[in-house]
């Protein structure tokens, strides 16, 4: 049997989504697949990270179960891979990969950012040498060069870091900020930031040592949003965990409609985390609380 059917696959129908009425939809996010087990069989608990890459490559943070799970996809069928099991990381809760095919994942009970090889064995925890102060990371991303930025809620700063972990520069937080959960790094440099208590987003464009207002106040549209990354179009997308649903915004942070429900059924989120999006129109989302990952294309 091939390893692919070994996973729990269950195609969704197109489903209605929620638009609200006072903007027009740019892009749909049509159901595709969803993920319930790993290629024993064993089902995922509560993941709440997801990192992607353009080789239909994917890493899984089974958050509940301690481990991270690596797939293929090929736009119909999941091929898994071992699990990796690490003492360094018992808790991931995050997932990013490099240009190189290296791993890194934050662990939420350690606060450390662990590095792994391709294959998924332990290298180091990136350090951050040359910080200002020790900081405590609550997300992180990486950008097309490699290099790593933190989210550090402890010093409120985002750390930008070079492959090597040495800290290149400190952009400090917005002044009068509520609660930062997330930030994003499109591919020409710019920097985002969502406020999940404001529900606005901050940006900081390449060079810039300052974050400003991107959007007006979501309230409308958001209920809690924890998570934020763009497309290669520059659209900015908006984890809504508490909503259970997608807001995408223009590149300018201009409302481009809200997708997808809170429930049980495919193509519906439970309490959503971290969602990547790679350059085939692909988007996956850890809906956390249904335990599974789904996926969805890009269609207009």
């Not at 890194?104 to 450390?112: F, H, S």
């Not at 400190?170 to 609660?179: A, C, D, N, T, V």
Request: charged letters at 25%.
């Amino acid at each position: 049997m091939p390893k692919a059917v070994k996973c729990i696959l269950l195609f969704a129908a197109v489903i209605p989504v929620a638009v609200a009425s006072h903007a027009a939809e740019i892009v749909k996010l049509k159901p595709m697949v969803s993920l319930y087990a790993d290629a024993k069989g064993e089902g995922l608990k509560t993941p709440e990270g997801i990192g992607c890459d353009d080789k239909s490559r994917l890493v899984v943070a089974d958050t509940g179960n301690g481990r991270l799970l690596e797939y293929t996809y090929n736009g119909e069928t999941w091929t898994p891979g071992p699990a990796i099991n690490l003492p360094q990381l018992p808790y991931p809760i995050r997932v990013q990969l490099n240009t190189r095919g290296e791993i890194y994942a934050l662990d939420g009970k350690l606060r450390k950012i662990a590095r792994l090889g391709p294959k998924g064995n332990f290298q180091r925890y990136v350090e951050g040498s040359g910080a200002s102060a020790p900081h405590v990371p609550r997300s992180f991303k990486i950008d097309t060069s490699d290099n790593i930025l933190i989210l550090d809620i402890l010093t409120e700063n985002v750390l930008v870091l070079e492959p090597s972990g040495k800290v290149i520069k400190e952009i400090p937080f917005p002044k009068e900020y509520g609660f930062i959960s997330d930030l994003a790094v499109d591919a020409v440099g710019n920097v985002f930031l969502v406020d999940s208590v404001k529900k606005v987003v901050y940006s900081a464009p390449e060079n810039s040592k300052e974050f400003s207002l991107l959007t007006e106040k979501l309230e409308e549209d958001l209920d809690f949003p924890v998570s934020i990354t763009t497309d290669d179009s520059g659209r900015i997308y908006l984890v809504d965990q508490n909503g259970g649903g997608i807001v995408i915004l223009g590149r300018d942070g201009s409302y481009q409609g809200r997708q997808l429900k809170m429930g049980w059924k495919e193509g519906f989120l439970r309490y959503p985390s971290q969602i990547c999006i790679n350059k085939k129109g692909e988007v996956f989302i850890a809906d956390r609380e249904n335990s599974r990952i789904q996926v969805f294309s890009i269609a207009k």
